[in-house]
């Protein structure tokens, strides 16, 4: 692809009931983020990560997500997704109905003990005794799975963050993985990324696993303002999904000063001014973004979100 000829279509993943809502510690109504769900999927949203399956001792906020997959069980035309931290988890979500799961590993050390208690290595055997069960329960061609490689550009204690690292951990899950699609985001978890790093790591990473299997996104979030810039960067450099929370919720409790998800409504200003096609209504996006800041707890952080409707078209 010409670096500067934008692809005809990209797919916008909807992280705000799972990055976003978690981000907000007053308890939330189940009947209120079932309420925001339904505005986001009314927009045109077919991809969306409804939550995590993890304990909720460890978040709250995610007790009630058995009810909230119930809810939508029965959506055809939607990709539901969950994030999985552990075997357990990921047998939670399978028991549910879903059949897309989204595994985190950070490429930093520091990082992945940090959030999830365990070294990298210890993360991959997780990975893989997750495919072991997929082979078990014959659904390794029935289940979309996806990596979350967190820290990819930059880590809040070990600093900037090269692609060989990347590449490390890459080649570790791919091999833990084995015969499973899947699909890799680059996570640029403190928001320090810039364009131009983003686009190094994925030219490098994309020439480095060649793989028809393999698919590749980008998870952003705007602490230092990039994040519209670099998903376009990713885009323009292979990347065929790019996650976003509408009204820019989100954050990462280790990673301090790390701001709110690349909001969904500036992204998708961006996309449609360049003519890419997303499937999703800015104006309806703009409706669901309203229900979402006027949550408890919630919050406008996009760009879009203090200009005059009138002036957004």
Known sequence: MNAL????????????????????REPLPTADKIRCIEALIEAG???LEIGSFVSPKAIPQMADIGEIVAAFNRRPAMRFSALVPNLKGAERALDSGLRELVYVVSVSESHNRGNVRQSVDESLVGLAAIVERLHERDLQDAVCLRLDLGTSFDCPYEGTIGWPQVDAVLDKARHAVRDVSLEVALCDT??????????????????????????????????????????????????????????GLGGCPFAPGATGNTATEDLLYALHGGQVHTGVSLPRLLEAADLIAALPGGQTASHLGNVPRERVG
């Open 45 to 47: 949203i077919t991809r």
């Open 5 to 24: 000829t934008p692809p005809s279509r990209v797919d916008i993943v909807e992280v705000a009931p799972r990055d976003g809502f978690q981000s907000i």
């Open 190 to 247: 403190t928001g320090r990324a810039s364009p131009y790093q983003v686009a190094d790591h994925f030219t490098r990473l994309r020439e480095r696993h060649a793989d028809e299997r393999l698919k590749w996104a980008f998870h952003g979030h705007d602490t230092y303002g990039m994040g519209v810039a670099n998903a376009l960067f990713a885009i323009h450099h292979g990347a065929t999904a790019l996650d976003a929370a509408t009204a």
